[in-house]
């Protein structure tokens, strides 16, 4: 670790492509949040995954046999209901999206609503209605703002590669002309609001992840020790093509046990 930053206190880890794959635990990773709760690191799971609440992901996490609590498990739609309740506490919100997003929203104190809101928000959707997707349109082109939870463009499936939300927020871009703002990750927000739920700060924080344009990118800007790992979608001869690097590249978590 660099001489300017005080040993490590908090984590962050992505969760798809560092602790598991497809539903199946890596190796290393059991070990590596044993590791975290043995050594008394304060830690949190993060994913750009807007469909499930911490509830489901943890009950999905322990069928692959991996126990994390739900409060240490921190999500792209819970990163947008903080920012919604900062920059406009008590708003409306027309939402497209599943039980992790709308409950994130309700539990902020934001009423949903296909009248007037004060926003439309997108998250990931396994059934994007072009009825709600209209809705969205209309609404944005009556002067609601425009959030979206991540701007990931497919996600996985066991049959190959899904829509997400990226690519039907083009689709409302195109028809609006509005940009969405993106609160997940690669923006560093994520990481920020993160970091205040375990009261965590970047000088003593190290996040793990297997994406370059991601979870490395968005670390370096929120000031945290990066450690990208190959067990993902990016591989040792991508790291060069990048304009910044991560402070390691290790093989897997099994490699971070050590570090904590």
């Given at each position: 670790m660099s001489g300017a930053r005080r040993p490590a206190e908090c984590w962050l880890t992505d969760m798809d492509?560092?602790?598991?794959?497809?539903?199946?635990?890596?190796?290393?990773?059991?070990?590596?949040?044993?590791?975290?709760?043995?050594?008394?690191?304060?830690?949190?799971?993060?994913?750009?995954?807007?469909?499930?609440?911490?509830?489901?992901?943890?009950?999905?996490?322990?069928?692959?046999?991996?126990?994390?609590?739900?409060?240490?498990?921190?999500?792209?739609?819970?990163?947008?209901?903080?920012?919604?309740?900062?920059?406009?506490?008590?708003?409306?919100?027309?939402?497209?999206?599943?039980?992790?997003?709308?409950?994130?929203?309700?539990?902020?104190?934001?009423?949903?609503?296909?009248?007037?809101?004060?926003y439309v928000v997108l998250g990931e959707t396994r059934t994007y209605s072009f009825e709600a997707i209209t809705r969205a349109i209309r609404l944005i082109g009556d002067g609601a703002r425009f959030i979206a939870t991540n701007p990931d463009v497919t996600g996985p499936s066991p049959e190959g590669p899904l829509p997400a939300t990226g690519s039907v927020a083009a689709m409302v871009t195109k028809a609006t002309g509005a940009e969405p703002y993106f609160v997940g990750k690669p923006n560093p927000m994520m990481f920020r609001s993160a970091m205040n739920r375990i009261?965590?700060?970047?000088?003593?924080?190290?996040?793990?992840?297997?994406?370059?344009?991601?979870?490395?990118?968005?670390?370096?800007?929120?000031?945290?020790?990066?450690?990208?790992?190959?067990?993902?979608?990016?591989?040792?001869?991508?790291?060069?093509r990048f304009p910044f690097r991560p402070n390691r590249v290790l093989e897997s978590i099994a490699d971070v046990v050590e570090l904590v």
């Open positions: 492509g560092v602790l598991v794959h497809e539903g199946q635990a890596l190796p290393g990773a059991a070990d590596f949040l044993a590791r975290l709760v043995e050594a008394g690191r304060r830690f949190l799971v993060l994913t750009n995954n807007s469909i499930f609440t911490p509830r489901d992901l943890a009950a999905r996490l322990a069928r692959s046999g991996l126990q994390v609590p739900e409060q240490a498990i921190f999500t792209s739609a819970l990163a947008t209901a903080d920012f919604l309740s900062a920059q406009l506490p008590g708003g409306s919100a027309y939402v497209i999206g599943e039980a992790g997003l709308t409950t994130a929203l309700y539990e902020a104190g934001y009423t949903l609503t296909d009248t007037d809101p004060d009261e965590a700060h970047s000088e003593s924080t190290v996040m793990v992840g297997d994406r370059m344009d991601t979870d490395v990118v968005a670390g370096i800007e929120a000031g945290l020790e990066t450690i990208l790992v190959l067990t993902g979608s990016t591989r040792a001869s991508d790291v060069a």
